[in-house]
């Protein structure tokens, strides 16, 4: 697999964006996709425009690219139920990004290969695998019920492996702390 390098997190290794500009960066990254039912109709603009503040030449153009990425995943999702389980992993994903064990780099991989159709949202059969359960449980609830079984039981090998799995999925990197 080509490496690519990305703007963004390249400017933030170089410490030249802020980390309020990288806090509300990522906040559109997760949030504007809820302005839509669908999809088809996002675009790198309502990212922007959703920014608490404007950003400078190189930390705009980094924003971009990444929204870019944004755009092309959410098109892959036609459909409202399906865009629905994307929105909650991107919402899940930040907090990922947040806590320290989703690089953004890996991330903005995982949304290039999402949006070229080469890499799938995790699946699950949840009432399979935990019973009965409230309406519209997604993953983002099935990684919380993860964590809150690891905070009862650190060494609960079915919790570990599955957070491991969803990691994988979610393009959390192998080197990252995903015990953490």
């Not at 997760?30 to 999809?39: E, M, N």
């Not at 608490?52 to 980094?62: C, I, S, V």
């Not at 991107?90 to 990004?97: H, I, N, P, T, Y």
């Not at 949202?121 to 964590?147: K, N, R, S, T, V």
């Amino acid at each position: 697999m080509m490496i690519t390098a990305y703007l963004l997190p390249a400017l933030a290794e170089q410490k030249k964006v802020t980390n309020d500009e990288m806090q509300d960066i990522i906040r559109m990254l997760a949030h504007t996709p809820l302005l839509y039912d669908d999809g088809r109709h996002i675009t790198v603009e309502d990212y922007l425009g959703g920014l608490e503040n404007q950003l400078k030449h190189d930390t705009r153009r980094a924003a971009i690219e990444l929204y870019e990425l944004g755009v092309k995943a959410c098109r892959q999702f036609q459909d409202s139920f399906h865009y629905e389980q994307l929105q909650d992993v991107l919402g899940l994903q930040a907090e990922l990004w947040q806590e320290g064990i989703l690089a953004l780099h890996d991330w903005m991989n995982w949304l290039k290969l999402i949006g070229e159709g080469q890499q799938k949202l995790p699946e699950y059969d949840f009432a399979a695998m935990l019973g009965e359960l409230p309406e519209g449980y997604m993953i983002h609830d099935f990684h919380d019920e993860l964590q809150y079984r690891l905070e009862q039981d650190a060494a609960n090998v079915w919790a570990n492996d599955e957070r491991h799995k969803l990691y994988v999925g979610l393009g959390v990197k192998q080197g990252a702390s995903l015990f953490g």
